[in-house]
């Protein structure tokens, strides 16, 4: 027998703030987890330089899973933050499911008039390891009038096969079994086309699997006029990235997106945390919704196996926003404390 050990990366802004209730929610909930604070992000790279000490990263490779709240701040030149800490996580830890599950909980009211809570449910199967985000390219004549910038879409066989298997495999433990693999293969056609001749061919393993194609741009827009219609979307780094902030804001908002980095093979632990940002703009206001922190401590809980627990955190959270009053303002500590009473 050992102790579960998590990791806890408040990081900046809201990040704290939200990973706070997080954790009262985790405490409640299960007895006997041991949790290590990381101080990692803007204060300790003033303080020190240092963004991610090796020493620091090899740590946080010997726990069970990581929960992070956010990265990012307007005292540190953008991508510092965001690609030597969370990023370089996220590819050290070979963390290739970048899952983002939407709900439309009953109680919140999304901006669209036409669905009803209930009827949103599906989950956006992002790629975490390659595409756009991996820094490949650069920059020639810096600063000059002949600059030249170039961000290379890294795709590989490899990395494309396995989260798209990972999507139907999740699709086949759905009601629906629906997958839509979301690319841009009529101008993208390097890539797409890997992406998909990888979508077919994997999908002949899953032949119980409806399978969907949708050009990214003609997603964004169904995304608004019918995201009933989803139920796996798979897509690559950057297309996960923004239509996940779509579809955010479409199940009431970016206060309530969870997430998980995951890691499949458990050979690195998998990292959970909010869709959401830092949010300088509310950072420190006690305003912000942690209700996204706690998700991700749910999808963490399910992930180490604790389904019950796990259970009882959604449980929880769809009782705190059936009682919501809409445009009421929260505070953050009183949404954590309501939702740990109701888990324990
Ligand atoms: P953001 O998500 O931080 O904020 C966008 C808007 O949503 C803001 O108006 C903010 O107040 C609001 N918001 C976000 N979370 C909220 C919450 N829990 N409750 C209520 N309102 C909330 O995105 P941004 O402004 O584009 O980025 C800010 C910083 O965060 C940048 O440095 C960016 O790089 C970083 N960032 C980090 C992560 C991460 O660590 N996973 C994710 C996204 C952005
Ligand atoms: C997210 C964020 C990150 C991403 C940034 C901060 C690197 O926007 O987790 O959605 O693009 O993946
Ligand atoms: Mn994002």
């Given at each position: 027998f050992r102790v579960t050990?998590?990791?806890?990366?408040?990081?900046?802004?809201?990040?704290?703030?939200?990973?706070?209730?997080?954790?009262?929610?985790?405490?409640?909930?299960?007895?006997?987890?041991?949790?290590?604070?990381?101080?990692?992000?803007?204060?300790?790279?003033h303080r020190t330089g240092e963004v991610l000490p090796d020493s620091v990263r090899d740590e946080l490779a010997q726990h069970d899973a990581i929960l992070l709240g956010a990265v990012g701040d307007p005292t540190v030149?953008?991508?510092?933050?965001?690609?030597?800490?969370?990023?370089?996580?996220?590819?050290?830890?070979?963390?290739?499911?970048?899952?983002?599950?939407?709900?439309?909980?009953?109680?919140?009211?999304?901006?669209?008039?036409t669905v009803?809570?209930?009827?949103?449910?599906?989950?956006?199967?992002?790629?975490?390891?390659?595409?756009?985000?991996?820094?490949?390219?650069?920059?020639?004549?810096?600063?000059?009038?002949a600059e030249v910038a170039t961000e290379e879409s890294l795709n590989t066989r490899y990395g494309v096969e396995r989260v798209i298997r990972d999507a139907y495999a999740r699709a086949r433990q759905r009601a629906r079994r629906k997958v839509t693999m979301?690319?841009?293969?009529?101008?993208?056609?390097?890539?797409g086309g890997l992406w998909a001749r990888t979508f077919a061919?994997?999908?002949?393993?899953?032949p119980d699997v409806v399978t969907e194609y949708q050009h990214v741009d003609a997603a964004a827009m169904f995304m608004v006029t019918n995201p009933q219609r989803y139920d796996v979307i798979v897509t690559d780094n950057l297309f996960g990235d923004?239509?996940?902030?779509?579809?955010?804001?479409?199940?009431?908002?970016?206060?309530?997106?969870?997430?998980g980095c995951i890691n499949p093979t458990g050979d690195y632990p998998s990292m959970f945390e909010p869709v959401h940002g830092s949010a300088p703009d509310i950072a420190g206001l006690g305003k912000a919704d942690p209700i996204a922190a706690i998700?991700?401590?749910?999808?963490?809980?399910?992930?180490?196996?604790?389904?019950?627990?796990?259970?009882?955190?959604?449980?929880?959270?769809?009782?705190?926003?059936?009682?919501?009053?809409?445009?009421?303002?929260?505070?953050?500590?009183?949404?954590?404390d309501r939702v740990a009473v109701l888990v324990s």
């Open positions: 050990s998590i990791a806890v990366v408040g990081g900046d802004g809201i990040g704290p703030e939200v990973v706070a209730e997080g954790i009262k929610v985790l405490n409640a909930v299960l007895d006997g987890v041991q949790l290590v604070d990381y101080d990692l992000g803007a204060a300790r790279y030149p953008p991508g510092v933050l965001e690609r030597g800490l969370l990023l370089k996580l996220r590819f050290d830890f070979d963390q290739y499911v970048n899952l983002r599950p939407s709900r439309l909980w009953p109680g919140t009211s999304g901006p669209l008039a009803k809570p209930g009827e949103i449910d599906f989950v956006v199967v992002r790629e975490g390891t390659e595409g756009l985000y991996t820094g490949a390219g650069g920059v020639l004549h810096k600063g000059t009038a979301v690319h841009k293969t009529n101008v993208l056609t390097h890539a061919d994997v999908g002949r393993d899953f923004i239509l996940t902030d779509i579809a955010a804001a479409v199940t009431g908002g970016i206060g309530l997106a969870a997430s998700l991700s401590v749910g999808l963490c809980l399910e992930n180490l196996g604790h389904i019950d627990a796990a259970r009882k955190v959604e449980e929880a959270v769809a009782t705190e926003l059936a009682g919501r009053v809409p445009g009421e303002p929260i505070r953050t500590a009183e949404v954590g």
